[in-house]
């Protein structure tokens, strides 16, 4: 067992530093993303508004119990429902949702924190820019997550607090395949430079940093 996650782990460290999209560059004038951690989960900050995509027809105020803490920007994260709805901390994480995370489950979700006109921090935060054309790539991989109810309608449910929500979600969760493996993914298939393997918070920080992100 001792091999095992010693092997788990040198092969994310490995897979975190090795690029894919090796030659990506943010550009100069594009639409303004942000990647966000809580030390646990990994998620992507979007404006809810664009010239590219409106999220408003699938994301809506009247899904929060108090539509004033409808954001202009929404951050976007998918993983295993019980580790999502139970471990917004490190410290909350329990055994069973542990397993079942590892050992894989079919119960998913996104979940959506709503934000108004945030601001990169180093530690948290980072910001990059992507071309029209890779938003709307980054925006179709996150909509086919969406489980949708006979009117085409997500089905939301509550949070942590007041400007965040759970939305019932496709996909197979477990160790190899996580919620920071999910938001390379989605930058990775968008063309933008990532961890060809990022199990973990870090593997996906890392390539935000601000010489990362122009060199």
């Known amino acids: 067992m001792i091999a095992i996650i010693m092997l788990y782990l040198i092969a994310a460290l490995f897979g975190s530093i090795l690029p894919a999209n090796q030659f990506w560059k943010s550009p100069d004038d594009g639409i303004e993303l942000f990647i966000e951690t809580n030390g646990l989960h990994t998620g992507i900050i979007m404006p ?3 010239d590219v995509y ?3 027809h699938l994301v809506r105020p009247e899904h929060l119990d108090d539509p ?3 954001g202009s920007h929404m951050l976007v994260g998918w993983g295993h429902a019980g580790v999502y709805r139970n471990t917004e901390h490190w ?8 397993a079942s995370a590892i050992f894989g489950s079919d119960e998913v979700l996104l979940h959506i924190y709503h934000l ?3 601001q990169a921090y180093p530690h948290y935060r980072r910001s990059f820019k992507v071309s029209e054309a890779e938003y709307r790539k ?3 991989a996150i909509k086919a997550r969406f489980v949708l109810d006979q009117g085409q309608r ?6 942590y607090g007041s400007r965040d929500l759970f939305y019932q979600a496709h996909g197979h ?4 395949y996580t919620c920071n493996n999910w938001t390379s993914d989605v930058l990775r298939q968008a063309g933008i430079r990532t961890g060809i393997w990022t199990p973990f918070q870090g593997g996906v920080m890392r390539w935000f940093l601000e010489a990362e992100i122009d060199n």
């Open 173 to 176: 969760y477990n160790a190899f």
């Open 154 to 159: 997500p089905i939301p449910s509550p949070g």
């Open 91 to 98: 410290k909350d994480l329990r055994f069973s949702d542990a």
């Open 138 to 140: 980054i925006v179709d």
């Open 54 to 56: 409106d999220w408003s």
């Open 116 to 118: 108004n006109y945030p």
């Open 68 to 70: 004033s803490g409808y």
């Open 48 to 50: 809810i508004r664009s």
